[in-house]
């Protein structure tokens, strides 16, 4: 039997009624003739709605996760529904559309499951936003919204027709200090998405970068093989990074031990990296006062930053000794 090819897999998210089902069925509206499409949509409640909207428009396959959201207990019946769908439609591409509610962590957590990682290429995690709710901690504030956020790889400003000038520059003013930075971030009206987002592929985003201290400094290459490492210098500062693939997983007890030692190197002004230890995935954080963890729903891959003056700047190689010491497997939870 011959073995297909990866289908090319996007998930989009964004909190209720920011425009997903709009966006969608203007993306398949517009696929290239003579494709098949398919489409997996998650309604919280039992009675779905979404699913209805989409099937109206004829022309593609749609199937519908009812009644729970698949983010998290749901995820048997994702693994279900997905493999009926890939046997029964063949798409050539999929999209999934997680309910408003939930946190989309735990979708791309299953799509990286051994046999799902064999028939779905993952690409870029999208995240539509409607500018003016950044001003309503009744959402912002929400813990699904923030890992909506957390998690994207492409962040769009939806609705910007309904958006005041200040509230759209509150959102691009947001989105820049995001950490890690994302692959996009654009604005959009009436759902129109640009189809090329759909073929960002996350695993070629190589650059371990706080945006704020990288503005207008020069670069160095990364450098080759599965770790990218990147220095760059300006501003009296000097930054170096690593990025490491998804499926490198960190003892969180070993990061703990690592930050806490970044009290010993002179000159550290900052330390920032987002890393998956087993199942959970952590932003660690280090400043004067001390190190924090807390848990944060980014799944794009592992990286860390660090940010020291010129004046004292250490051994890189030995800090990525350490880093590498506090690898626990490759894929396996530690």
Not at 33 to 41: M, N, T
Not at 100 to 107: F, K, R
Not at 125 to 130: G, H, I, K, M
Not at 168 to 185: D, I
Request: net charge neutral; with cysteine.
């Amino acid at each position: 039997m011959t073995r297909l090819k990866p289908v090319p897999t996007t998930v989009v998210t964004g909190f209720l009624g920011v425009g997903k089902t709009t966006a969608m069925l203007d993306l398949l509206q517009n696929r290239p003739h003579g494709e098949r499409w398919a489409v997996l949509v998650n309604e919280f409640g039992e009675v779905g709605i979404d699913g209805a909207v989409l099937q109206a428009g004829g022309g593609f396959a749609v199937r519908e996760v009812a009644g729970g959201c698949i983010c998290c207990s749901g995820r048997l019946h994702l693994r279900v529904a997905l493999t009926r769908l890939l046997r029964e439609v063949r798409p050539d591409r999929l999209l999934i559309e997680p309910t408003g509610l939930g946190h989309p962590a735990g979708i791309v957590d299953t799509l990286r499951d051994e046999w799902l990682a064999k028939v779905l290429d993952l690409r870029a995690t999208l995240c539509l936003v409607n500018p003016r709710q950044l001003a309503d901690s009744s959402v912002s504030g929400a813990p699904a919204y923030q890992d909506q956020l957390n998690l994207a790889d492409v962040l769009i400003a939806n609705k910007t027709d309904l958006a005041s000038t200040a509230q759209l520059a509150a959102f691009l003013a947001f989105a820049a200090q995001l950490y890690p930075p994302k692959l996009a971030v654009a604005e959009t009206r009436h759902g129109k998405l640009d189809p090329a987002w759909l073929d960002l592929d996350p695993r070629r985003d190589r650059t371990a970068a706080f945006p704020d201290a990288h503005h207008g400094h020069a670069q160095a290459e990364p450098a080759t093989g599965a770790m990218g490492r990147r220095e760059s210098a300006g501003l009296g500062s000097v930054a170096c990074g690593w990025v490491f693939p998804p499926e490198t997983v960190f003892s969180r007890q070993r990061l703990q031990a690592l930050f806490a030692g970044f009290d010993g190197i002179n000159g550290l002004q900052r330390a920032k990296g987002v890393f998956r230890t087993g199942r959970e995935w952590v932003l660690g954080n280090w400043t004067a006062d001390g190190a924090e963890f807390r848990p944060i729903a980014y799944r794009r891959d592992s990286r860390v930053e660090l940010i020291v003056s010129e004046r004292a700047v250490p051994d890189w190689d030995a800090v990525e000794a350490a880093l590498m010491g506090a690898i626990a497997s490759e894929g396996r939870t530690p």
